[in-house]
């Protein structure tokens, strides 16, 4: 369906080689083609949403809350049909197992169930008039105006429609840029956008970010984004608006989340959920657990158990059902992690597990650092891949500073059995991050939970009612009691 483009193309690579049956690729595999859209392109796309919204009295915005809910229910239905064919293009274009394509998929359309019901019971709510000090008020939640909504190459579905379906539904109109990676999956679900949605209301724009985001935010029109990536990025972006305090803004950023393991642990369940959080998805998610803190009376034990955990991960092609591992989809990034390996191994630590950051073709097989200290480049940058750096602690102040000193707040795991030292552990961690996983993983769901994080790591909250709220805004409409 993207072929109906009549500009200029890119080819879509897979990380995938099929032909040789093994996890690598010695010529990129070409899966198909993306429109490579440009400035003007992009220009067309925003006066097609900026005429949709019409400053609050377009087509979409005026439309009632159960209208715009009965668009979005018919678009999830024809979406589910082309469940396959998604979970097909995410196993060969990004490399997710098919258990997990398959996950992101179900969940992302039980997000978008979870959206209506909340928005109804929201919408209940804010209809309600209250006399209060003299008044008789009426609080509406009203759209922001044009979205814009960027997706991550890790979560291309679920992630990106966290926030284009509570924008649409929100009243709000939408441009759309997919990710960089898992591109192709839009293709099918074209039309069902097209079937749903009036003209101008959801725009999409594939091609270079470099060519089609700078002319949007520079034309001010812009009035809310929606961006996963790096904070930096989002700075940038946020710079080219002529007035950036009017942008509202959703972010998801960086993050280096740590995983904590107290004297008292239970090793072995801290291992299982320390690599489970490090290294599903090859380590390629914002929650994933990046750096992994233990107390040194028993840290030899744990890098033992954690090598153990590791070991039983295997590595294949996606939709073999025993597959853990995969090929990674960035261009550069097995140069990139090898390259944090040699700066760690340089500065002391080894790769303890066998095999452990041997590259074959875009397969990175995971390598676990032990021990691992704060000047590795490994302990400082966001890895989003298989590498685990293991660090040594004498006394848990020592990691409460490291927690503080961090540019980044979005999660963080405890391991340990004793409410009495973990209790005042956690009210100090708990204003330097989002969210405190206590004997688990870090991670985003369920999703009707809060989804942020402090310092350079989010703005603004999302989560299944969250999401209403950060793509609304509240207008009062108060009548003088007599
Ligand atoms: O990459 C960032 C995602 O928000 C992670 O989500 O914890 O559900 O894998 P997840």
């Known amino acids: 369906k993207l072929e109906k483009w009549e500009g200029a193309y890119a080819d879509v690579l897979s990380p995938i080689c099929v032909e040789k049956g093994q996890a690598s690729h010695p010529e990129p595999l070409c899966m198909g083609r993306t429109p490579l859209m440009d400035h003007e392109a ?38 589910q049909v082309h469940r396959d064919e998604v979970v097909e293009l995410l196993m060969w274009e990004i490399g997710k197992t098919e258990t997990d394509s398959c996950k992101e998929f179900d969940r992302t359309c039980d997000y978008i169930s979870n959206t209506i019901e909340e928005l109804k019971a929201l919408d209940r709510r804010s209809s309600r008039f209250e006399l209060v000090g003299g008044v008789i008020a ?221 590259v074959y073709g875009t397969y990175f097989h995971p390598a676990v650092l032990y021990p691992a200290t704060s000047d590795m480049r490994a302990c400082s940058e966001e890895q989003f891949g298989p590498v685990i750096p293991i660090s040594v602690f004498r006394n848990e102040n020592e990691v409460i500073e490291q927690v503080r000193e961090s540019n980044f707040g979005q999660q963080l795991s405890l391991f340990g059995q004793n409410a009495d030292t973990m209790g005042p552990l956690i009210d100090v961690l708990a204003n330097q991050v989002g969210r405190i996983n206590i004997n688990g993983q870090c991670q985003r769901g369920p999703d009707t939970l809060p989804f942020n994080g402090r310092k350079d790591s989010a703005e603004g909250t999302l989560s299944v009612s969250d999401a209403l709220r950060v793509f609304s805004i509240r207008t009062t409409v108060a009548t003088k009691s007599t």
């Open 42 to 79: 992009s220009l067309k796309a925003l006066s097609a949403a900026k005429e949709a919204y019409a400053q609050g009295s377009g087509v979409w915005p005026t439309l009632s809350v159960s209208e715009r809910i009965e668009h979005v229910e018919r678009f999830l239905h024809e979406m």
């Open 138 to 358: 009426q609080t509406r939640r009203l759209p922001v105006g044009v979205a814009l909504c960027m997706g991550p190459y890790n979560y291309p579905l679920n992630e990106t429609f966290t926030t284009l379906i509570p924008a649409l539904i929100m009243g709000n109109t939408v441009i759309f840029k997919p990710a960089k990676y898992g591109v192709l999956l839009v293709g099918p679900l074209l039309e069902a956008f097209q079937n749903c949605f009036p003209p101008g209301v959801i725009n999409i724009i594939f091609g270079n970010g470099r060519d089609t985001i700078p002319p949007l935010m520079e034309s001010g029109d812009i009035d809310m984004f929606a961006f996963i990536g790096t904070h930096q990025g989002a700075a940038a972006l946020k710079q080219m608006h002529p007035k950036p305090n009017r942008l509202k803004a959703a972010l998801g950023l960086d993050a280096k989340n740590p995983g904590i393991v107290l004297a008292d642990a239970d090793l072995d369940l801290a291992a299982q959920e320390c690599v489970a959080g490090a290294l599903s998805f090859n380590g390629q998610r914002c929650t994933a657990l990046k750096l992994l803190h233990v107390h040194e009376s028993v840290a030899e034990a744990f890098a033992g158990k954690v090598v153990d955990e590791v070991n039983k991960l295997m590595p294949g092609m996606p939709w073999e059902p025993t597959t853990k591992l995969t090929p990674l989809p960035e261009p550069g990034k097995t140069d990139y992690l090898t390259a944090l390996v040699e700066d760690a191994q340089a500065k002391g630590a080894r790769v303890v597990n066998d095999g452990g950051a041997q």
